[in-house]
């Protein structure tokens, strides 16, 4: 059907006036101008811009007027919206001090700068006939209105139907105030010598733990703040306050993910001479993402823009690991504790919340093994915990660095709560009573990952690991390879039980040429449980001769339980190598028979089954951490304690079905 240029005009100049009469004083004139929508067959041609302009002029016609924008910024939030900002404002303004100084007052402004509302004309495409959906205008007198998240805050806060939020726990987490602060933050906390033996013979107890000669660097945090008792600063690893950082560190310190920071950490090689170094304009014109702060872009970021900058507002240290040029070092500890009767303002009334950040940085021709763990301490139950974490890792050119990152907060969940009772029985509550009075179950936890491969063949090796009971955790891996032979490789496992909510995404770029990246996800996932791994690899245009691999796996052990796998690709260069896939499933019934048949009882053939999957990932951890095959405290036998403890009971227990077999 052929539809006529003039009447489309003329109807969308109709409607246009139309809305502008029922808000007259807000609005003020503009002439009518050319939109993408002649691209595709819709708007009006240039000699009818002309003559709708030559009429204006010579008042014929009534000109089409120009909303006052900034009027209508806030006119689509929803009243869980404006609880969303608030929440986040209530943490963000918990206390005024900055810590980081020019750190904090960048991300600060990041932050408080609101997106302008206006018309930009793009004149990417000027003479070129082809349209790209890339390309989005409003119609002439149109209110212009700000991307969903950015109504009140110029990075974009959660939405509940927000791409990046859409399967997490955004109610419980809007629902649970964490505006509290950990009394003291900024400074080191004082141990005695009785508080010393104590929390290092729990750190041992909980596998957080290297001794002296084993390591070169053990950096210890105890509800946010530095412990120098428990502690060993070398000149490669060390805590810093805001007066330490250098102008380097600043500048690596101030970037923010997801685009937000637009300017490459190096320059990409493209073509003999020239370099690229802007992130927005990357495959451009016809395949570039734009500016961080459109709708098509937010729907394609992790959502941790918000919360880095949240972290650079309220961190009150630095856990500092820098390699030299040349060094290959001992591994290094960054271990983050958490006491549940910890020195909390605020914490009768309202949850607390900490920011632990860390940054490292390796030479070229260097090498490092970084471990992250975030343990439990003892204490009794108290406040609601909201841990907002940021990690900032920089790879220079021929360097290696392996990346161990586990998260063993939030204790243990409830098992056997897929039982569907809820009555009591001989005066025991039932496990999913029991579960809803977990004080863990309203903790959060956040990490945000940022790697930047800047070297040629630098290679990035990591293995994220989030088993803990934490009632919502959100792990977000963003790994950039921006030299020639740069490398990638993510290992990620999530053990999800009782009434949990977690999360975990990640994001592969590859921007330079002749990179490569591998991925290998597992879940598993029990109870009442939901958990995502959403898992995005893209290709630029720049990137060909890329070869990428990626696969998640998951194991549902409970008919109640979810899992929302969602791996994807975008590629833009035509000479890469690429594939992805998940699948998810019970536990094998052939690989039980095999067991079965060789005297291995059910439920010990179910274990060694659950073990094998996770094995795979556990191993890749760094061999100082993992600890003898017997000792009782090894990450092998808390994987195995925490997987026995979400085995189903009953009926389900000793069975393993085909209902959820892969094919």
């Given at each position: 059907m052929k539809v006529n240029n003039s009447v489309l005009s003329a109807f969308f100049a109709l409607?246009?006036?139309?809305?502008?009469s029922s808000f007259a004083p807000l609005f003020k004139p503009a002439t009518f101008h050319h939109t993408s929508l002649r691209a595709i067959g819709l708007g009006p041609s240039e000699e009818e811009v002309a003559a709708s302009e030559s009429k204006i002029e010579e008042g014929e016609i009534e000109p089409i007027v120009e909303p006052d924008h900034e009027s209508f910024r806030e006119s689509r939030l929803s009243d869980f919206d404006k609880k969303c900002d608030e929440w986040y404002g209530n943490i963000l303004k918990s206390n005024d001090s900055s810590f980081l100084g020019k750190v904090s007052e960048d991300a600060l402004r990041a932050i408080n700068t609101l997106v302008k509302l206006e018309r930009v004309e793009d004149k990417t495409l000027e003479g070129d006939e082809d349209w790209t959906p890339y390309k989005i205008e409003t119609l002439p007198g149109s209110p212009i209105l700000p991307s969903y998240g950015l109504e009140q805050y110029g990075l974009p806060t959660p939405r509940r139907n927000a791409e990046a939020w859409r399967q997490f726990d955004v109610t419980g987490l809007i629902g649970t105030d964490y505006s509290g602060i950990s009394a003291g933050t900024g400074s080191d906390i004082a141990l005695d010598e009785a508080q010393v033996e104590q929390y290092t013979k729990a750190l041992k107890l909980q596998g957080a733990w290297l001794e002296d000669d084993e390591c070169d660097g053990r950096l210890v945090y105890v509800n946010g703040k530095f412990a120098p008792s428990l502690s060993i600063i070398t000149d490669k690893a060390s805590n810093l306050a805001g007066d330490d950082l250098t102008d380097e560190m600043v500048e690596y310190m101030t970037r923010l993910p997801d685009g937000f920071t637009d300017r490459l950490a190096a320059d990409v090689p493209s073509g003999e001479t020239d370099f690229l170094t802007s992130m927005k304009s990357l495959s451009g014109p016809h395949h570039n993402v734009g500016e961080p702060t459109t709708q098509f872009s937010i729907n394609n970021q992790q959502g941790t823009a918000c919360f880095v900058a949240l972290n650079s507002v309220r961190a009150g240290s630095v856990a500092s690991v820098n390699v030299p040029e040349g060094i290959e070092c001992k591994p290094i500890l960054v271990v983050n504790a958490i006491t549940s009767d910890g020195d909390f303002e605020g914490s009768e009334e309202k949850g607390v919340s900490m920011h632990p950040r860390t940054l490292a940085t390796v030479g070229d021709n260097s090498s490092l093994s970084l471990i992250q763990a975030y343990v439990d301490l003892e204490g009794k139950d108290s406040s609601a915990k909201f841990v907002n974490g940021c990690t900032q890792i920089f790879v220079g050119a021929e360097a290696k660095v392996k990346h161990s990152y586990l998260e063993e907060t939030g204790g243990l969940v409830t098992g056997g709560v897929e039982a569907g009772s809820n009555e009591e029985e001989d005066g025991v509550e039932p496990p999913r009573v029991v579960e809803s009075k977990r004080s863990a179950l309203k903790d959060t936890h956040f990490e945000c990952v940022d790697v930047h491969v800047t070297g040629d063949n630098g290679s990035y090796e990591g293995t994220i690991m989030g088993i803990g009971g934490n009632g919502r955790s959100r792990i977000a891996v963003s790994t950039t390879l921006l030299r020639p032979g740069s490398h990638a490789g993510i290992n990620g496992f999530s053990l999800c039980g009782g009434a949990q909510?977690?999360?975990?995404?990640?994001?592969i770029h590859h921007i330079a040429q002749g990179t490569t990246s591998k991925q290998s996800q597992k879940n598993m996932v029990a109870g009442r449980a939901t958990t995502t791994f959403k898992g995005r690899i893209r290709v630029e245009q720049s990137a060909q001769q890329t070869d990428s691999e990626q696969l998640a796996r998951t194991i549902l052990m409970s008919?109640?339980?979810?899992?929302?796998?969602?791996?994807?690709?975008?590629?833009?260069?035509?000479?890469v190598t690429c594939t992805h896939g998940a699948t998810v499933s019970d536990l094998s019934e052939e690989e039980l028979f095999y067991l079965r048949s060789r005297g291995v009882d059910r439920g010990t053939a179910r274990n060694i089954l659950m073990y094998g999957f996770v094995?795979?990932?556990?191993?890749?951890?760094d061999k100082s951490i993992q600890g003898g095959k017997d000792d009782p405290i090894s990450l092998r036998n808390r994987v195995i304690k925490r997987l026995e403890n979400v085995v189903p009971k009953g009926e389900r227990q000793n069975f393993v079905g085909d209902e959820f077999q892969s094919v």
């Amino acid at each position: 059907m052929k539809v006529n240029n003039s009447v489309l005009s003329a109807f969308f100049a109709l409607i246009a006036v139309k809305e502008a009469s029922s808000f007259a004083p807000l609005f003020k004139p503009a002439t009518f101008h050319h939109t993408s929508l002649r691209a595709i067959g819709l708007g009006p041609s240039e000699e009818e811009v002309a003559a709708s302009e030559s009429k204006i002029e010579e008042g014929e016609i009534e000109p089409i007027v120009e909303p006052d924008h900034e009027s209508f910024r806030e006119s689509r939030l929803s009243d869980f919206d404006k609880k969303c900002d608030e929440w986040y404002g209530n943490i963000l303004k918990s206390n005024d001090s900055s810590f980081l100084g020019k750190v904090s007052e960048d991300a600060l402004r990041a932050i408080n700068t609101l997106v302008k509302l206006e018309r930009v004309e793009d004149k990417t495409l000027e003479g070129d006939e082809d349209w790209t959906p890339y390309k989005i205008e409003t119609l002439p007198g149109s209110p212009i209105l700000p991307s969903y998240g950015l109504e009140q805050y110029g990075l974009p806060t959660p939405r509940r139907n927000a791409e990046a939020w859409r399967q997490f726990d955004v109610t419980g987490l809007i629902g649970t105030d964490y505006s509290g602060i950990s009394a003291g933050t900024g400074s080191d906390i004082a141990l005695d010598e009785a508080q010393v033996e104590q929390y290092t013979k729990a750190l041992k107890l909980q596998g957080a733990w290297l001794e002296d000669d084993e390591c070169d660097g053990r950096l210890v945090y105890v509800n946010g703040k530095f412990a120098p008792s428990l502690s060993i600063i070398t000149d490669k690893a060390s805590n810093l306050a805001g007066d330490d950082l250098t102008d380097e560190m600043v500048e690596y310190m101030t970037r923010l993910p997801d685009g937000f920071t637009d300017r490459l950490a190096a320059d990409v090689p493209s073509g003999e001479t020239d370099f690229l170094t802007s992130m927005k304009s990357l495959s451009g014109p016809h395949h570039n993402v734009g500016e961080p702060t459109t709708q098509f872009s937010i729907n394609n970021q992790q959502g941790t823009a918000c919360f880095v900058a949240l972290n650079s507002v309220r961190a009150g240290s630095v856990a500092s690991v820098n390699v030299p040029e040349g060094i290959e070092c001992k591994p290094i500890l960054v271990v983050n504790a958490i006491t549940s009767d910890g020195d909390f303002e605020g914490s009768e009334e309202k949850g607390v919340s900490m920011h632990p950040r860390t940054l490292a940085t390796v030479g070229d021709n260097s090498s490092l093994s970084l471990i992250q763990a975030y343990v439990d301490l003892e204490g009794k139950d108290s406040s609601a915990k909201f841990v907002n974490g940021c990690t900032q890792i920089f790879v220079g050119a021929e360097a290696k660095v392996k990346h161990s990152y586990l998260e063993e907060t939030g204790g243990l969940v409830t098992g056997g709560v897929e039982a569907g009772s809820n009555e009591e029985e001989d005066g025991v509550e039932p496990p999913r009573v029991v579960e809803s009075k977990r004080s863990a179950l309203k903790d959060t936890h956040f990490e945000c990952v940022d790697v930047h491969v800047t070297g040629d063949n630098g290679s990035y090796e990591g293995t994220i690991m989030g088993i803990g009971g934490n009632g919502r955790s959100r792990i977000a891996v963003s790994t950039t390879l921006l030299r020639p032979g740069s490398h990638a490789g993510i290992n990620g496992f999530s053990l999800c039980g009782g009434a949990q909510r977690t999360d975990m995404r990640t994001n592969i770029h590859h921007i330079a040429q002749g990179t490569t990246s591998k991925q290998s996800q597992k879940n598993m996932v029990a109870g009442r449980a939901t958990t995502t791994f959403k898992g995005r690899i893209r290709v630029e245009q720049s990137a060909q001769q890329t070869d990428s691999e990626q696969l998640a796996r998951t194991i549902l052990m409970s008919d109640k339980a979810r899992v929302n796998a969602i791996p994807s690709l975008e590629i833009i260069a035509d000479d890469v190598t690429c594939t992805h896939g998940a699948t998810v499933s019970d536990l094998s019934e052939e690989e039980l028979f095999y067991l079965r048949s060789r005297g291995v009882d059910r439920g010990t053939a179910r274990n060694i089954l659950m073990y094998g999957f996770v094995d795979e990932i556990s191993s890749c951890v760094d061999k100082s951490i993992q600890g003898g095959k017997d000792d009782p405290i090894s990450l092998r036998n808390r994987v195995i304690k925490r997987l026995e403890n979400v085995v189903p009971k009953g009926e389900r227990q000793n069975f393993v079905g085909d209902e959820f077999q892969s094919v």
